[in-house]
């Protein structure tokens, strides 16, 4: 992939998510948009769910996790906004937080999947969203965006796709663009799930978040390391 000039702040992309745990995947993928968008990822992670326990590592832990990988990593920042506010945790609610920051002139996108976007009619107050923001939506070969879009969404994005980065710095929000991504292995399911297993994890994931999860015993690994855990 051809890499554009890095310019700072010339367009404000956050990656949202748990990163429950963060892996490689997570890593490629904002490794990729730096490089083929010129410009800085912003890991922001989600605040615990509201009523219920976190279901693997809690919000203070994940953060931790991603300051670990991200320290030294040029052109990646951790931004924290979400886990400091009251209450559920709306995109809407935090794009609408950017804006009073950033001001309605400043290019912002986010940064998703393309099973997020597909998922775009069941956020809140969804189609607000194109007024706040663009979407930058990192696909793999073979998914769902190559087919029809359902009816709604289609709809909601007709005209909006757009051809390159630049697009997106001459416009404040309402562009989408697509991020064609090799296939990267690996889940924060699958990672859960293996740890959980007691099978081989350390793979998929930096080695600063493997020994961190280690030494909290995160995810239900227990004890010291064994051989079916390495």
Same mark, same amino acid.
């Given at each position: 992939?051809?890499?554009?000039?890095?310019?700072?702040?010339?367009?404000?992309?956050?990656?949202?998510?748990?990163?429950?745990?963060?892996?490689?995947?997570?890593?490629?993928?904002?490794?990729?948009?730096?490089?083929?968008?010129?410009?800085?990822?912003?890991?922001?992670?989600?605040?615990?769910?509201?009523?219920?326990?976190?279901?693997?590592?809690?919000? +203070?832990?994940?953060?931790?996790?991603?300051?670990?990988?991200?320290?030294?990593?040029?052109?990646?920042?951790?931004?924290?906004?979400?886990?400091?506010?009251?209450?559920?945790?709306?995109?809407?609610?935090?794009?609408?937080?950017?804006?009073?920051?950033?001001?309605?002139?400043?290019?912002?996108?986010?940064?998703?999947?393309?099973?997020?976007?597909?998922?775009?009619?069941?956020?809140?107050? &969804?189609?607000?969203?194109?007024?706040?923001?663009?979407?930058?939506?990192?696909?793999?070969?073979?998914? +769902?965006?190559?087919?029809?879009?359902?009816?709604?969404?289609?709809? %909601?994005?007709?005209?909006?796709?757009?051809?390159?980065?630049?697009?997106?710095?001459?416009?404040? +929000?309402?562009?989408?663009?697509?991020?064609?991504?090799?296939?990267?292995?690996?889940?924060?399911?699958?990672?859960?799930?293996?740890? %959980?297993?007691?099978?081989? &994890?350390?793979?998929?994931?930096?080695?600063?978040? +493997?020994?961190?999860?280690?030494?909290?015993?995160?995810?239900?690994?227990?004890?010291?390391?064994?051989?079916?855990?390495?």
């Amino acid at each position: 992939m051809s890499t554009s000039p890095f310019i700072p702040d010339s367009l404000l992309v956050f990656y949202g998510g748990t990163f429950d745990p963060v892996h490689n995947g997570h890593l490629a993928i904002a490794r990729d948009a730096r490089d083929a968008l010129g410009c800085a990822i912003r890991f922001m992670p989600a605040a615990d769910p509201p009523h219920r326990a976190p279901p693997g590592a809690d919000a +203070a832990q994940r953060a931790e996790m991603l300051a670990l990988v991200l320290d030294g990593e040029p052109g990646l920042q951790l931004d924290l906004r979400e886990l400091h506010r009251d209450g559920p945790s709306y995109s809407v609610d935090t794009l609408r937080d950017l804006r009073a920051e950033y001001g309605d002139a400043a290019p912002i996108a986010l940064l998703v999947g393309a099973d997020s976007l597909l998922g775009l009619p069941t956020w809140r107050e &969804w189609t607000v969203l194109f007024d706040l923001a663009h979407f930058i939506v990192a696909e793999r070969p073979g998914n +769902a965006l190559d087919g029809p879009l359902p009816p709604a969404l289609a709809e %909601a994005t007709d005209g909006r796709w757009a051809d390159g980065p630049q697009a997106l710095r001459e416009a404040p +929000a309402g562009r989408l663009l697509r991020l064609h991504q090799p296939l990267h292995p690996g889940s924060a399911t699958e990672v859960r799930r293996r740890i %959980a297993a007691g099978e081989p &994890w350390r793979d998929l994931v930096p080695a600063v978040v +493997a020994a961190h999860v280690a030494r909290h015993g995160l995810y239900g690994l227990h004890g010291p390391a064994t051989p079916a855990s390495l």
